[in-house]
Each structure stands twice: as structure tokens, then as C-alpha cells.
């Protein structure tokens, strides 16, 4: 074989090789990226699923408090005489409570217009007295499962619920920024299904 042809050889091999370790390198680096996006993924939904378990026991907790306080006692005096709404302070959150029958028709998240009537007056205390306050609305539901209804089952019952209720508030002038929505469905039941049916209006570090 004469040199110029050997070299021309080897001089192609070589490019193929390097060509060959490029593709590779870039493979694994996008095998790399994507694991790495992956394991994001998956840390972000344990740390999502832990959260929620947390604020599934407190919400037990605070149910349980709740139902302790309902001797009459009230978080803030303006919410008494208010249709269907109770106001309890446990620890340092502010918990207004109201009725699902008052706000709903059954298995519906569509606002009642009578339920306006005490929706505003809970919004208008919550805008003078606690303004800039950060606030969770919160669905809950009755144990009994879904059979007649648009929604799969309570927990959507409850979250569609809550953002019904959030929306109202927020168009009577409450910041949106500083109120968050969250559904517990059936998991945090009262003593009653008339009391487990109610979303909850929750004033934190007030």
C-alpha cells in the first residue's frame, strides 16, 4: 500500500473514531441531563407528597380543636350573627368556617346567591382586619363517595369548592397573591356530614 494512501486511511479512521466519541459524548450527556431531570421530577413530588401529609395531620388536628371550640367561642367577634359561618382561633391561624350547605347546592361548586350574602361580610372583615394577610381556602367534603355529579370524586368536589370561594373574595378586593387553594375531600370529617361539608377560610400568623 503506498504511504499517501495508508495516511489517507488512517486520517479517515481517526475522523470516524472522533466523530464516534462526539455522538457518544452527546449521548450521554443528554442521557445525563434527562436523569438529572428526572430525579428533580421525583424529589419534587416526595417533597409535594410529604407537604400534603402534613397539612392533611394538621388539618385533623385543627378539625379536632375545632370541634372543642364550638362551645361558643369565637377567633374574632365580627364573624358572629354571620349565616352559616363560625370563627375559631387555634394557635396562631384564624379559622373561619363555612357551611357547604350554605354556600352549595348538593354535589354542585357553583356559589348560591344567598351565599354571597355571607361571603361578603367575610371578605369584608378579612380586607379591613387582616390585609396583606396570607390565607388558605380549603375544601372539605363528607365521606360519602361521588355517584351523581360532574366531578370524579370529593377531592375535586372540594377543590372546585374552594376555588369558588377564593375567586369571590378575591373580586371583593382581596390580594390573590396571598391566598392559596387546597382540598382535603373527605379526609377531615366533623362530627356531623352537615359540618364536614364546609370550606374553610384559614388566616395565618394573624
Request: a positive charge; glycine letters at 8%; hydrophobic letters at 35%.
Amino acid at each position: 500500500m503506498k504511504p499517501t494512501r495508508l495516511i489517507s486511511l488512517l486520517a479517515l479512521v481517526a475522523a470516524t473514531t472522533l466523530v464516534g466519541c462526539k455522538n457518544n459524548q452527546s449521548t450521554v450527556d443528554e442521557l445525563t441531563t434527562e436523569n438529572e431531570s428526572l430525579r428533580k421530577q421525583l424529589d419534587d413530588r416526595n417533597a409535594a407528597l410529604e407537604a400534603s401529609e402534613r397539612e392533611r395531620q394538621a388539618a385533623l388536628a385543627r378539625a379536632d380543636e375545632s370541634d372543642k371550640n364550638k362551645s361558643g367561642a369565637t377567633g374574632d367577634k365580627n364573624f358572629v350573627g354571620i349565616e352559616g359561618v363560625t370563627a375559631n382561633q387555634i394557635g396562631n391561624e384564624l379559622h373561619v368556617s363555612i357551611e357547604g350547605d350554605v354556600l352549595f347546592d348538593s354535589g354542585k361548586a357553583a356559589l348560591k346567591d344567598n351565599a354571597k350574602k355571607s361571603l361578603d361580610k367575610v371578605a369584608a372583615i378579612l380586607k379591613e382586619k387582616y390585609p396583606g394577610k396570607y390565607i388558605r381556602v380549603a375544601g372539605f367534603t363528607d365521606t360519602d363517595p361521588i355517584k351523581k355529579s360532574a366531578f370524579k370524586d370529593n377531592y375535586y368536589l372540594g377543590f372546585d369548592r374552594a376555588y369558588s370561594v377564593r375567586e369571590y373574595i378575591i373580586n371583593k378586593g382581596l390580594d390573590g397573591k396571598v391566598i392559596s387553594l387546597s382540598s382535603f375531600g373527605p379526609d377531615v370529617p366533623l362530627k356531623t356530614k352537615a359540618q364536614s361539608r364546609r370550606v374553610e377560610v384559614i388566616v395565618v400568623g394573624n
